[in-house]
């Protein structure tokens, strides 16, 4: 079992910069690929980004691509979304999730454990 706990989230400004952590606990996750995902009310959960914790290697939707960036930390077991440029339309509760066998990393299928999620709110 891997535990994931995020945090960081809140209310801000376009424009502003906001930086998320997942940490990650449980089983050793760096096999694993770590992902972030959001959801806005009455909208399906959609791919942020994600990382894989041995080579470092990411993927971006477009829509944040130049914008977020995905990184990880091993002694702290923490994966971070730093997002920059924030605008309304990425307001959602942002959700981390890691699994074993993640391909591209886009769809929710291709994880096993889900944090709780956290608010990010962007006023416009």
């Known amino acids: 079992q891997v535990q994931l706990e995020e945090s960081g989230g809140g209310v801000v400004q376009t424009g502003d910069s906001l930086r998320l952590s997942c940490a990650a606990s449980?089983?050793?996750?760096?096999?694993?690929?770590m992902g972030w995902f959001r959801q806005a009310p009455g909208k399906e959960r959609e791919f942020v980004a994600c990382i894989w914790w041995n080579n470092g290697i990411t993927n971006y939707a477009d829509s944040v691509k130049g914008r977020f960036t995905v990184s990880r930390d091993y002694l702290k077991n923490t994966v971070y979304l730093q997002m920059g440029s924030l605008k309304p339309e990425d307001t959602a509760v942002y959700y981390c999730?890691?699994?074993?066998?993640?391909?591209?990393?886009?769809?929710?299928?291709?994880?096993?454990?889900w944090g709780q999620g956290t608010q990010v709110t962007v006023a416009s």
């Open positions: 999730a890691s699994g074993s066998r993640v391909r591209n990393g886009v769809s929710t299928d291709q994880y096993d454990y």
């Open positions: 449980g089983r050793a996750v760096y096999g694993y690929a």
